[in-house]
């Protein structure tokens, strides 16, 4: 009976142990994983800040420059009902990025742009970015920079579009640790068929990486 005994509480020993191992374990595993998806979004306005003559001269307006230096698109046909392009100023200067809030649609002139991060693994993200422009785009070229701890990274997307108001680029995978600071460049841009090329405002998003 005692070595009955012995055996019994040998194995109640050894299976707390095994149950205790595995508990730890999936403590351990679970501290490395996202319990859910987090995301981030950021939108900023846009602006015309430069034009292209021939996009504009295919859909039927020109560019005019006024006495003072202000630019603008405008229907080659007064009578063709298109409407007028945005005024330039010509101290217009260099676009600059408006980061005062930290989330919702800041406006600008011709559209807004936006960046979305969503953790999707331990170290792992992906970022979805674009545009929602208020006259069709016919070209765009898209730039992000990315920031962690080991140092800057870059993603990016280019080509034509059929008339298009909105755009979305998807980036899978990407490896980023500790943090991650991610930023539509200032000089992505949508041109549009007026001739207008609308400029990102710059969203930006600066986040925790588990």
């Keep these: 009976m ?3 005994l ?3 509480t040998a194995a109640i020993g050894a299976a707390a142990i095994a149950i205790a191992g595995i508990s730890a374990g999936q403590a351990q595993a679970s501290a490395h994983r996202p319990t859910a998806p987090r995301h981030f979004l950021e939108k900023q306005g846009m602006y015309v800040a430069g034009f292209d003559a021939a996009v504009a001269k295919a859909h039927g307006y020109k560019i005019v420059t006024y006495a003072n230096g202000d630019m603008q698109s405008v229907p080659i046909n007064p009578r063709s009902g298109l409407p007028k392009g945005t005024l330039v100023k010509a101290s217009h200067g260099v676009i600059t990025p408006d980061n005062s ?3 919702g649609k800041i406006p600008g002139d011709c559209g807004d742009s936006w960046i979305n991060g969503v953790q999707t693994g331990p170290h792992k993200i992906t970022l979805t970015s674009g545009f929602d422009v208020d006259i069709p785009a016919v070209k765009y070229r898209w730039k992000i920079l990315l920031r962690d701890i080991n140092g800057d990274s870059e993603q990016g997307d280019g080509g ?3 008339e298009d108001f909105s755009w979305t680029g998807k980036w ?3 490896n980023q640790y500790v943090f991650s600071v991610d930023q539509v460049e200032n000089n ?3 041109i549009l068929t007026d001739g207008e090329t609308c400029y990102s405002g710059g969203p930006l998003i600066d986040w925790d990486i588990e």
Excluded: G, K, V
Aim: hydrophobic share 40%; aromatic share 6%.
């Design 160 to 162: 034509e579009l059929l």
């Design 2 to 4: 005692p070595n009955m």
């Design 172 to 174: 899978e995978d990407l």
């Design 101 to 103: 809030a930290s989330s």
């Design 6 to 8: 012995i055996r019994r």
């Design 188 to 190: 992505s841009y949508a």
